[in-house]
């Protein structure tokens, strides 16, 4: 999933190659609907379920509603909805770059929860500020 990302914003493949760009994405899907419920099910009763939970959460449903989006020919929405998907994908690495922080291993469960929810919303609210940044800093006439 990672790896293809960027391969799958790129303009060019998506020009070039629609069926490899089309591939790649069901790939995707199909990879975000396995990871997230296993996820889910190795947390189960452990202290960060609920974390994982947003963020499981999260990655189904932005990457459903972009699916859906595609389907139905809703190419802008369709981008912007997998930006969110990937965005929430990066969570999961972002989570771990925090771990060579020597603090990190002292935080409580309840903290570590807590930071992986928040990095889950901050990226959706990342990915969301940059699809409205001409909107946020035009002026209006």
Not at 19 to 37: E, M, N, Q, T
Not at 86 to 114: E, G, K, Q
């Amino acid at each position: 999933m990672l790896l293809s990302g960027p391969f799958q914003f790129s303009t060019r493949l998506r020009q070039r190659h629609v069926k490899l760009h089309r591939v790649l994405g069901r790939i995707y899907v199909v990879s975000v609907f396995i990871a997230a419920p296993l996820a889910l099910t190795i947390s189960w009763g452990r202290p960060l379920m609920p974390a994982t939970s947003v963020q499981a959460g999260s990655w189904m449903v932005c990457t459903a509603i972009a699916f859906f989006t595609a389907r139905n020919r809703q190419i802008a929405q369709h981008r912007a909805w997998m930006m969110r998907s990937y965005a929430v994908t990066f969570t999961f690495i972002s989570d771990r770059i925090l771990s060579i922080w020597p603090a990190y291993w002292n935080m409580s469960d309840a903290a570590n929860a807590i930071v992986i929810i928040v990095l889950t919303l901050a990226s959706l609210l990342a990915v969301d500020i940059g699809l409205s940044w001409r909107e946020l800093t035009t002026a209006r006439r």
